[in-house]
Nanobody
């Protein structure tokens, strides 16, 4: 079992920055791939960024490439999403998720195994 707790959401102005954190606890958190997803009411959940267990492979949605960066600190069992140059269309609930398979995050082949409760990001124009 793995527990994920997101933090760092809030209100930002267009062009601003926010940093989301995902603290993992439970059994062997460093063995998991982590991903950040977002969802707007009435729309499908979107994979934003994914990171491999060692942090050497990262994948980003086209909509955030060059603006967002995903990282992880295995010593702290924490994954991060640095969001820069925020746009109003980035407004969503952001979820951290974990799975053993990177493809589950990148290609959405199956739902990720573990999910946090989400944190709201609101970007004002």
């Amino acid at each position: 079992q793995l527990q994920l707790v997101e933090s760092g959401g809030g209100l930002a102005q267009s062009g601003g920055s926010l940093r989301l954190s995902c603290a993992a606890s439970g059994r062997s958190p460093d063995f998991y791939v982590y991903g950040w997803f977002r969802q707007v009411p009435g729309k499908e959940r979107e994979a934003v960024a994914c990171i491999s267990t060692g942090g050497d492979v990262k994948h980003y949605a086209d909509s955030v490439k060059g603006r967002f960066r995903i990282d992880r600190d295995n010593a702290k069992h924490t994954a991060y999403l640095q969001m820069n140059s925020l746009k109003p269309e980035d407004t969503a609930v952001y979820y951290c998720a974990a799975d053993f398979e990177l493809d589950a995050c990148i290609y959405s082949l199956k739902p990720m195994d573990y999910w946090g409760k989400g944190t709201l990001v609101t970007v004002s124009s």
